[in-house]
């Protein structure tokens, strides 16, 4: 009787391992999709503002542009985008014969997408219906850097309806731009809604809400203002190898998606090329001011720990500051071209060469214009003297950067 049921057992097991076996050898590992593309495009205008929503329909029309053009695609792209200030939409985005088309996914009420929790929710549902070895996650809207929203009194936008422009940048403005009045500029991704910090979501949110759907994306790509500076890459660190950003403020056209799209979405970005569409696009378009940089965030743990050493040696006088490269356009500065901030404050060549080098390996690629941009307050044009693809706000004595700038992953691991 033992001997029988030992029999049974064993043709039971050989049995289960059989199918596991089958089940095994039936899965092609070529057929998994290797690359999925999430566009993310929250609200960003207000009650009675629609924001930047039609130029992110656009936005859509050029990546579809670019699918169109290579006939279909590798991956697969899913897009997050908010319609309204209580209705936002999540919708597959797939190539047939030559059409495009729009499967819907899920509708979503309320602000959540502000939350981790809401982050978590809408890529946990991106997982749920496209799953991929990889991912690249598109964010397009406002940016305002690593600040946090909380710490701004009259949300950004305010500065620009305080600040008063002096007239000769305002004549000298209007000549280049053919407007005889003098009161009508080219917008940047930072006018909208951000005057509402309903809608604005901190840089510790996102990261938080990609780490809690248990995902490491391959970059991160800002189509927003301020978004290429340290802390930001510092925070991101653990949630996506590459940020893909501006130092500075970013066109309201935002990224040229026809030109650099193939470089995107593929299971192997090609950086270089990202960035260097992006500055081919706009050294040549009629306003020709941008920036952008592509940031490995997997190097930017051991330059903290140079940075540390830094700091702990020297301290940059505050008769210093006012040479420093500035790359935004407020009136009392935010960031600051960090590699230009440690050539004035560190004095041991040795360690400043350290630096540099390390910091060759934080940034893959950059390119800029001679001159940058901004629709905030004066000066409208910022003349690029040193440029190093990334930003700091350690010297900053904009209020918001010091109310805030100590509860950063970067200055806590600096100092």
């Not at 306003?287 to 592509?294: C, I, R």
Request: aromatic content about 12%; glycine content about 6%; some cysteine.
């Amino acid at each position: 009787m033992k001997k029988s049921i030992y029999v049974i057992l064993f043709l039971v097991l050989s049995a289960l391992a059989f199918t596991a076996c089958s089940n095994d050898e039936s899965v092609d590992v070529n057929e998994i999709n290797k690359q999925t593309m999430i566009v993310f495009m929250p609200w960003s205008g207000t009650e009675t503002s629609t924001g930047l929503y039609n130029i992110f329909l656009q936005n859509l029309d050029s990546i579809e542009g670019a699918i169109k053009k290579a006939k279909g695609m590798s991956g697969r792209l899913v897009v997050f985008i908010s319609r309204s200030t209580s209705q936002s939409d999540l919708y597959e985005i797939t190539y047939n014969n030559g059409n495009i088309v729009h499967t819907p996914i899920k509708t979503y009420s309320g602000n959540s997408y502000t939350t981790s929790e809401g982050i978590t929710e809408i890529l946990n549902d991106v997982k749920s219906n496209a799953y991929a070895l990889n991912y690249g996650l598109l964010v397009g809207c406002h940016g305002c850097g690593w600040t946090y929203k909380e710490d701004w009194e009259n949300y950004p936008y305010k500065s620009k309806q305080q600040a008063v422009l002096p007239t000769d940048a305002a004549q000298s403005k209007a000549v280049m731009f053919g407007n005889t009045t003098g009161t009508n500029y080219p917008t940047t991704r930072f006018f909208g809604s951000v005057e509402d910090t309903n809608y604005g979501i901190n840089v510790t949110s996102l990261a938080d809400g990609i780490q809690n759907a248990g995902m490491i994306m391959q970059f991160v790509l800002f189509d927003d203002c301020y978004m290429a500076n340290v802390e930001t890459a510092y925070e991101l660190r653990n949630v996506t190898n590459y940020l893909i950003a501006s130092t500075s403020e970013v066109m309201a056209l935002g990224m040229p998606y026809q030109t650099i799209w193939s470089s995107l979405a593929s299971a192997t970005p090609d950086y270089e090329s990202v960035v260097s569409g992006f500055y081919q696009f706009y050294s040549s378009y009629t306003y020709p001011y941008g920036a952008l940089s592509a940031i490995d965030c997997r190097q930017v743990e051991k330059l903290a720990s140079i940075m540390k050493t830094v700091n702990s040696y020297y301290t940059l006088p505050d008769s210093l500051v006012d040479s420093l490269q500035v790359l935004d356009g407020y009136s009392t500065p935010i960031f600051y071209d960090l590699g230009d901030y440690v050539d004035h404050l560190c004095k041991n060549t040795s360690l400043l060469s350290d630096f540099h080098s390390q910091l060759d390996n934080v940034i893959k690629a950059t390119a800029y214009t001679d001159s940058l941009y901004s629709y905030l307050v004066s000066p409208l044009f910022i003349k690029v003297n040193n440029y190093s693809g990334i930003t700091v706000s350690d010297p900053s004595k904009n209020t918001v950067a010091i109310k805030g700038q100590q509860k950063t992953g970067w200055w806590q691991a600096t100092h």
